[in-house]
Nanobody
Framework: QVQLVESGGGLVQPGGSLTLSCATS????????MGWYRQAPGKERELVAS???????DYADSVKGRFTLSRMYGMDTVYLQMTNLRPEDTAVYYC??????????????WGQGTQVTVSS
């Protein structure tokens, strides 16, 4: 079972920065997509940023130009650098990874979530 280990998050003032990291734990055969989603109170979970199967990065319109997703190849780790944070970025952020655990079995794993609060 591929598990995800998240770190980062916390309380930051508007305009501040935070970096989230997410690493896979356990063996896997091939990673297809990996990135971050978020869920604010009373709202549905939404994509923040993710590497897709084509190798490109998808960003939510609301974070373009402020958030950057990067990847450490070989270690299957992603980093979400968040700058110019706004109160509306407050949410629980979840890491997600999908791919092949073996040559014949797939996985779709979620992290436990980390709270990001933007407030003065």
């Amino acid at each position: 079972q591929v598990q995800l280990v998240e770190s980062g998050g916390g309380l930051v003032q508007p305009g501040g920065s935070l970096t989230l990291s997410c690493a896979t734990s356990g063996s896997l055969f091939r990673l297809i997509a990996m990135g971050w989603y978020r869920q604010a109170p009373g709202k549905e979970r939404e994509l923040v940023a993710s590497f897709n199967s084509g190798g490109a990065t998808d960003y939510a319109d609301s974070v373009k130009g402020r958030f950057t997703l990067s990847r450490m190849y070989g270690m299957d780790t992603v980093y979400l650098q968040m700058t110019n944070l706004r109160p509306e970025d407050t949410a629980v952020y979840y890491c997600n990874a999908r791919g092949y655990e073996t040559t014949t079995t797939t996985f779709d794993s979620w992290g436990q979530g980390t709270q990001v609060t933007v407030s003065s």
